[in-house]
């Protein structure tokens, strides 16, 4: 291997989850890792089923499907007469 160009390997880097506050430890070229969701708390391995919203994207796509269910579609157009 050629020296010098590979990055620090950090043994005990620690993974912290933002949602739920779990922290664990595994190896990687960081020391910390911050994460939005982790095993402890996502809803594939609780068998839960909740929303984790981090940008307020579930709302605005809610909001846009209540617009669309306002708006009423248009009626077709009829053949033009001859």
């Given at each position: 291997m050629k020296q010098g160009i590979h990055p620090k390997w950090y043994p005990q880097a620690q993974v912290i989850c933002g949602s739920c506050g779990n922290t664990?430890?595994?190896g990687a070229?960081?020391?910390v890792i911050h994460t939005d969701i982790c095993s402890n708390c996502h809803p594939f391995y609780t068998g839960e089923q909740r929303i984790v919203d981090t940008a307020g994207q579930v709302e605005?796509?809610?909001r846009r499907v209540e617009k669309g269910k306002?708006?009423?579609k248009p009626s077709?157009?009829?053949?033009a007469a001859k």
């Open positions: 664990f430890t595994t070229t960081v020391p605005r796509f809610l306002a708006v009423q077709e157009k009829k053949p």
